[in-house]
């Protein structure tokens, strides 16, 4: 077994997969809801990209903050106008609410776009590494995930922004009677959120063909990644991520690609019995 | 926890449903052939469902310019229903029940693929309504003993068989495969197909695994692939699987000097999203526009009748699913026509009967209902266009190796 190829795949397969889960753990771990657009919001920045790349030639990342931007401002909107009157209701409300907002965006791209799988071919090779393979795109994806994480998480820490979210993560009550705007830090959260899946399809649609079909493999990664590596902590998505892409990568050689996704999920299993908070996970926020 | 969330919800909504539907089928003599499909138009097949939909309404336009069919001497007016079943297996089989008990159609469709197929012929059969599948081909399907189900396409093993002998002749060097399916209805049969007929031929399988549904990464078996260094790659799936294999293989530097995908070449999709990397790859099909079958019963007497329609409505080739549901519903219209009525069991025996030749070829139903076995075309991505491999009357290219 040639273990370093094994190892090189699950970490840039786990960078990617980190970069999938970012926002929707911010969004959880901040709003308490479980967004079921999540995945349709990746599609739709995977989207956005081809078509502009289709159109212009221009390098895809060029489009990457454009694309961002523009589901920042869908996320905004989607907070402010839809989930902000419901948002403390029990979790089953919002997750009804953006499942049913989900089916019609989900619905939307299917027909204005098809579900053809489409994929920028822009081909960039593979560099051996002291005989490791690594694929050029994959790693360009694997930086920009790191990149955008990093960020993310320097944002957090320390923009007004940032302290405000972690704030009304810890006690909206509190952060409430400080003077923050509860409720538009919300949308701010929502739209972070959709930002990161937006650049995160940007990223994807590099790497995977893009279509509507995939929606519901990218929220269901990006629940698995949050339950490893512990709900509403920029760093436990990216162990998370991490964590999935390497096991995967392993059980898939060892014991065969059909169980890879199987070990996933009992890892998932073994980890809300043992340690519900993840692997990295903590009760407060930052 | 499911990989997909919402089948959850749409169960629970589908389930309410079925304990709603009334039961019986409801008997229609309303002078139209009413013609039931439960069509993926959304979820994971919508692409596949879309293309069942294109095509019949193609095919329901010239029919209308036509002004019907003809039966018993009467232009008889044919009338479509269908409904998205989301790509859920059970929503399918309680929509192919409504069709039947509440809109009254004589006939039912089948939606993509044989996994779903299965479902949809239980309702059928349960309540004696034709069944024509334009998209299934593994004989577990027909292999259920039943009588009102028929299919256009030929068995998987055939398909397999093909290309396995074109290869063999071609590649006197070829001694391994490795083979790789999708775990699901069609891609598994085709990869156990394969395993069948490599072992037959004298060629060694030295890796033979399944991925699951919903894989998003095949960096660990192409890994193990190409450790194995097999003569000839096999993978199975569908689309978006097969291109992200592929762009895998050649990410990894995993070649080998035959790479066969099932059915990918046979979709214009494929060779789209792969661009330079999909020339090369072999498939084998269940018919291709160059073929060129004349004297055909129906709306379309030529291949090239059809082709143009196509190309002229659509901008783009047919492929074999486009043709072969065009080409049940030609089958339908004759048993139609034979029966001299929409009653189900007299259409059901016309349709047993069936001897017809269509653009899409010869349509004569076996005894477990599938269209017999014939010469498929072996076909392989060449400077990104599809080009003709076999059979030798309609090949317009020999095979290229990867080098």
């Known amino acids: 077994m040639d273990v370093g190829q094994i190892l090189a795949n699950g970490i840039v397969l ?19 809801v479980i967004n079921m657009l999540h995945g349709s919001f990746i599609i739709l920045g995977g989207y956005l990209t081809y078509f502009a790349w289709a159109y212009s030639g221009i390098n895809p990342v060029v489009f990457l903050p454009v694309v961002a931007l523009i589901l920042y401002g869908l996320g905004f909107a989607v907070q402010y106008l839809f989930i902000n009157k419901v948002v403390s209701a029990p979790v089953l409300t919002t997750l009804t609410l953006t499942f049913g907002l989900d089916m019609i965006l989900y619905n939307v791209m299917t027909v204005v776009f098809t579900a053809t ?12 590494f002291f005989g490791v393979i690594l694929p050029v795109d994959r790693v360009v994806g694997m930086a920009l995930a790191l990149i955008l994480t990093g960020l993310l998480y320097a944002v957090m820490r320390t923009s007004k922004i940032g302290r405000a979210i972690v704030a009304v993560r810890m006690d909206r009550q509190a952060a409430e009677l400080m003077g923050i705007r509860v409720n538009r830090i919300y949308a701010i959260t929502f739209g972070i959120g959709a930002l990161m899946a937006g ?14 079909n995939l929606t519901g493999a990218f929220l269901g990664k990006a629940f698995v990644i949050c339950v490893i590596g512990g709900l509403g902590s920029v760093p436990g998505a990216l162990v998370g991520g991490l964590a999935l892409g390497i096991i995967e990568s392993f059980s898939g050689y060892v014991l065969g690609p059909q169980h890879a996704i199987t070990v996933g999920f009992v890892l998932m299993l073994i980890l809300l019995v043992v340690r519900p908070t993840g692997l990295v996970g903590v009760k407060g926020y930052e | 926890m499911p990989n997909d969330i919402r089948p959850i919800a749409i169960a629970a909504i589908a389930a309410a449903m079925a304990a709603a539907a009334p039961v019986g089928a409801r008997a229609d003599d309303d002078g139209v052939l009413k013609i039931g499909a439960p069509l993926a138009l959304t979820g994971g097949l919508a692409d596949e469902g879309k293309k069942q939909q294109d095509v019949w309404n193609l095919w329901l ?35 192919a029940e409504k069709l039947i008990t509440d809109d009254g159609v004589d006939v039912l469709m089948a939606p ?169 790859v072999s498939s084998a099909t269940w018919w291709h526009h160059a073929t060129n079958f004349t004297d055909g019963v129906g709306v379309w007497p030529t291949t090239q009748d059809f082709y143009k329609d196509f190309l002229d409505r659509f901008g783009s080739d047919p492929d074999y699913v486009h043709a072969s549901c065009a080409a049940a519903a030609e089958a339908l ?11 189900k069991a007299a259409v059901r025996d ?54």
């Open chain 1, 14 to 32: 786990g960078a990617l997969y980190a970069c999938i889960a970012v926002g929707f753990s911010l969004v959880w771990g901040v709003l308490n």
């Open chain 1, 117 to 128: 799988p489409r994929r920028i071919t822009l081909d960039l090779g593979s560099v051996d």
């Open chain 1, 199 to 212: 650049a995160a399809g940007a990223v994807f649609a590099m790497v995977f063909p893009v279509t509507t």
């Open chain 2, 61 to 95: 336009d010239k029919v209308k310019e036509a002004g019907g069919i003809s039966v018993g001497g009467e232009m008889l007016p044919v009338e479509f229903v269908e409904y998205d079943y989301q790509t859920e297996g059970n929503r399918a089989g309680q929509l």
């Open chain 2, 112 to 280: 993509f693929g044989s996994g779903h197929t299965k479902i949809v012929s239980a309702v059928a059969e349960r309540y004696q309504v034709p069944l024509i599948a334009c998209v299934s081909s593994s004989e577990a399907v027909f292999d259920q003993g039943f009588d009102y189900l028929f299919g256009t396409l030929a068995p998987n093993a055939g398909v397999v068989d093909s290309i396995t002998a074109y290869l063999k002749d071609k590649m006197p060097e070829l001694k391994s495969i490795a083979i790789y399916g999708r775990d699901d209805v069609f891609p598994k049969s085709m990869a156990a197909s394969a395993q069948a007929a490599a072992e037959a031929a004298g060629i060694e399988v030295v890796y033979n695994e399944l991925y699951s549904v919903g894989t998003m990464d095949h960096a660990a078996a192409i890994s193990a692939i190409k450790a194995a260094d097999p003569d000839w790659i096999y993978m199975t799936g569908y689309t978006q699987d097969l291109i992200l294999g592929r762009k895998q293989m050649a990410d990894l530097d995993a070649e080998a000097p035959a790479i066969t995908m099932i059915t990918g070449p046979a979709y214009r999709e494929f060779t789209d999203g792969l661009g330079p990397l999909a020339n090369g």
């Open chain 2, 333 to 343: 219209v004759s048993a139609v026509t034979e029966a001299g009525s929409t009653d």
């Open chain 2, 350 to 403: 016309a349709l047993a009967k069936t001897d017809i030749m269509t653009f899409y070829g010869p349509i004569k139903f076996g005894e477990n209902g599938m269209n017999q076995a014939r010469e498929m075309p072996i076909i392989q991505v060449q400077d990104e266009a599809i080009k003709v491999l076999y059979p030798p009357v309609i090949a317009n290219a020999e095979l290229e190796l990867i080098e």
